[in-house]
């Protein structure tokens, strides 16, 4: 009976243990945003977070962008989870992720990133964020900066107007939002609305807020992005601990096309000390 009791006790410690180890599913893009060895969803804040993860090792957040969802990670999956335990997310009223209110802000979606860590019991972790993505990463540094130790965010803008935008594109999106408000009745095209608002109206931070953002930050964008390059340098320079890197020949989707470059010069950004270059050094 002992024994038999003993035997119990080691199965079901093993078996708690297994539970809480990092995930070892193989990452497999065909798949991703629809994994169902490594998918779960998360009730948080009101909304219902699909999010997958893959990998051990450093935990690494990946956030899409407006209208996306974490397949668009898809040149990204297979790299980093070589070394990191990587966590993709659909954020709210995107992907297979649900939201049913009426409201939506980079407010919301950043506090629903720390919700999920906390559901993941994750202290702390490096971000990569790509447009919508970048300011929720930004936000998330700002709003909780303990959850954060480097962030890296391509193609990111504060505000929504022709000085942080291509006019072009801004242009457009004000034409999409009008047009989107005669078509609500359908439920697909008022999420489509509630998202195009979103970028419409939004975000508001001020560049005097980037000087708190307390960790080592990689400020990318594209040298034709619908960012204008001028902005992403006046994001990097009001972060204390930030580098710059603007890519040549490159749009809005830095790392579909410069796939390879992006991997690598993030990874070491994560790996790598910052190094604070002033004075003498700058030489250098």
């Known amino acids: 009976m002992k024994l038999n009791l003993l035997i119990l006790v080691c199965w079901l410690a093993c078996a708690h243990a297994y539970a809480q180890a990092p995930s070892r599913v193989k ?28 990998g051990v090792g450093s935990p690494v957040l990946f956030i899409h962008g407006n209208g996306g969802s974490m ?72 709003r909780h900066p303990e959850k954060v130790r480097k962030l890296a965010a391509t193609g990111a803008n ?27 009745s359908d439920p697909v095209k008022r999420n489509q609305k509630k998202l195009m608002h979103l970028m419409a109206v939004q975000p508001n931070i001020t560049l005097d807020q980037l000087h708190a953002v307390q960790c080592p930050s990689l400020i990318i964008g594209g040298d034709h992005d619908v960012i204008l390059p001028g902005h992403t340098v006046q994001i990097a320079r009001a972060i204390p601990k930030s580098y710059l890197w603007i890519l040549p020949n490159s749009g809005h989707s830095t790392l579909v096309h410069y796939a390879a470059e992006f991997n690598r010069m993030t990874m070491a950004f994560f790996e790598k000390p910052f190094r604070a270059i002033r004075e003498e050094k700058m030489f250098e």
């Not at 060895?37 to 699909?50: C, P, Q």
């Not at 504060?158 to 609500?184: C, F, H, V």
Request: some cysteine.
């Open 27 to 54: 990452p497999d893009t065909a798949l991703l945003g629809r994994n169902p060895k490594a998918g779960h969803f998360a009730d948080l804040r009101g909304v219902k977070l699909y999010y997958e993860v893959y």
């Open 71 to 142: 397949h668009d990670f898809r040149h990204q999956l297979g790299a980093f989870a070589k070394s990191y335990k990587v966590i993709l997310v659909d954020s709210r009223a995107q992907g297979k992720s649900k939201d049913a209110g009426d409201s939506l802000s980079y407010e919301m979606m950043a506090d629903d990133l720390h919700a999920l860590l906390e559901h993941l019991k994750i202290d702390s972790c490096n971000v990569v964020g790509w447009s919508d993505g970048g300011i929720n990463a930004l936000l998330l540094a700002l």
């Open 158 to 184: 504060l505000w929504p107007d022709s000085t942080a935008l291509d006019p072009w594109i801004y242009k457009k999106i004000l034409e999409w939002d009008a047009d989107l408000s005669t078509q609500i």
